[in-house]
């Protein structure tokens, strides 16, 4: 495993990451963020309320391994994105998989491990990724690796708590009325959380800019 140093990740609004020695709660929401909307930042305040972290990482992904480059906003357009959402001093938007070059979580989150040996992490994922996460790379090592908070989605939740992942795992889901603790399970562990629902995508935001451009582009040569 090679070496990180000890200066701090990029973050949004000047914050960064913590030192090693300082013990913190803190979720880890990874993504394309193309682009970060409204939904990202609902379920980082559930997740902040609920599991009782005292920050939440948005882990921008320089390309998600599960999705097509065409289409894909630039990174730093991304990141730029997400910094405009936030909206929250405990969210702090880093560019750190493309500083580790890294592109799946299971490559990540062992060096932030080593990076933050005293913090408590925990990922954070939407119902529609409890469904995907089969399709990720060694991805029942992630389950072993760090807790993890599913949260309902609309549409999605029935499919995610019957799918793949929900039954190999089925033995290690914790009840909803312990999930304060999470942070501090052993792997593997994880919890389905029912909260406010929101109903924004980004493919729905990215259909609504194709549409409205290609109406700008009709009104222009019509």
Do not use: C
Not at 137 to 151: C, N, S, Y
Not at 167 to 176: G, L, S, W
Not at 178 to 206: C, K, N, Y
Request: overall charge positive.
């Amino acid at each position: 495993m090679p070496f990180l140093s000890d200066a701090p990740l990029s973050s949004s609004n000047g914050k960064s990451p913590p030192r090693a020695g300082k013990v913190r709660r803190i979720g880890l929401l990874g993504g394309s963020f193309n682009p970060a909307h409204d939904g990202h930042r609902h379920i980082s305040r559930q997740a902040l309320d609920h599991l009782r972290l005292d920050e939440i990482w948005w882990l921008v992904s320089p390309l998600n391994p599960l999705k097509s480059a065409a289409g894909m906003a630039p990174f730093d357009e991304r990141v730029a994105s997400a910094r405009a959402v936030a909206g929250d001093p405990r969210i702090i938007v880093s560019d750190l998989e493309r500083e580790l070059g890294t592109r799946y979580a299971v490559d990540t989150l062992p060096l932030l491990q080593e990076r933050f040996p005293d913090s408590r992490f925990v990922w954070i994922m939407g119902a529609d990724n409890l469904i995907q996460v089969p399709q990720w790379r060694d991805w029942r090592t992630v389950f072993r690796t760090l807790p993890i908070a599913v949260f309902a989605r609309p549409s999605y939740s029935f499919r995610a708590l019957s799918g793949r992942a929900a039954r190999r795992f089925a033995r290690y889901q914790v009840r909803e009325s312990r999930i304060g603790d999470l942070a501090e399970m052993r792997p593997p562990a994880w919890a389905f959380v029912f909260g406010g629902l929101h109903t924004t995508s980004a493919t729905r935001i990215r259909a609504q800019r194709a549409t409205l451009a290609g109406r700008r582009g009709h009104g222009k040569t019509g």
